[in-house]
T-cell receptor
Framework: KQEVTQIPAALSVPEGENLVLNCSFTDSAIYNLQWFRQDPGKGLTSLLLIQSSQREQTSGRLNASLDKSSGRSTLYIAASQPGDSATYLCAVYTGANSKLTFGKGITLSVRP | NAGVTQTPKFQVLKTGQSMTLQCAQDMNHEYMSWYRQDPGMGLRLIHYSVGAGITDQGEVPNGYNVSRSTTEDFPLRLLSAAPSQTSVYFC?????????????FGSGTRLTVV
């Protein structure tokens, strides 16, 4: 059974820091991994999608990497801003039952 | 494009009542699914559909019913609401069965059963 772990559950940093958010998964047979952002009381916004054949994806200040063999992904946020405060979720797709398996998320707080 | 639209955004039900959560997408996505999000439990798959006329159960299907008569719509029905169904419900869609294009989520329906 695929399990996705995100540690720590919460993180507080001062503005301007470069951040690394970690995601690990137990079954390396994935099609892709997707990072989402969720603001309080809101839906999930897709940030980056990495296919199993890719090593990384970049969008603006965000960079996500994937090491499938070791079951790890990282989301790098450069020069963090208070507007980056949110919960960040990673999810993997294995094709089994056509479902995404989610981690429980990392709640990020960026202090001005 | 509107993406994935869910209605209503908020709902309060009494135990035993039934209701339908609506989900519509305008991206011609084959694959649609329903998740519920609970504190400490993360997101869990309720039901999914790989195309019109085809549905299947996810991890937590009990107490819910779905149908997929069109590509665009995938409603979720609560047959007899229970307090354990208090949750935030998300609908998601993807244009490829293997999810290779990634998933788009709706903004959610916050349901309280009293």
């Amino acid at each position: 059974k695929q399990e996705v772990t995100q540690i720590p559950a919460a993180l507080s940093v001062p503005e301007g820091e470069n951040l690394v958010l970690n995601c690990s998964f137990t079954d390396s047979a994935i099609y892709n991994l997707q990072w989402f952002r969720q603001d309080p009381g809101k839906g999930l916004t897709s940030l980056l999608l990495i296919q199993s054949s890719q090593r990384e994806q970049t969008s603006g200040r965000l960079n996500a990497s994937l090491d499938k063999s070791s079951g790890r992904s990282t989301l790098y946020i450069a020069a963090s801003q208070p507007g980056d405060s949110a919960t960040y979720l990673c999810a993997v797709y294995t094709g089994a039952n056509s479902k995404l398996t989610f981690g429980k998320g990392i709640t990020l707080s960026v202090r001005p | 494009n509107a993406g994935v639209t869910q209605t209503p955004k908020f709902q309060v039900l009494k135990t035993g009542q039934s209701m339908t959560l609506q989900c519509a997408q305008d991206m011609n996505h084959e694959y649609m699914s329903w998740y519920r999000q609970d504190p400490g439990m993360g997101l869990r798959l309720i039901h999914y559909s790989v195309g019109a006329g085809i549905t299947d159960q996810g991890e937590v299907p009990n107490g819910y019913n779905v149908s997929r008569s069109t590509t665009e719509d995938f409603p979720l029905r609560l047959l007899s609401a229970a307090p354990s169904q208090t949750s935030v419900y998300f609908c998601a869609s993807s244009y490829q069965r293997q999810g290779a294009g990634g998933y788009t989520f709706g903004s959610g329906t916050r349901l309280t059963v009293v």
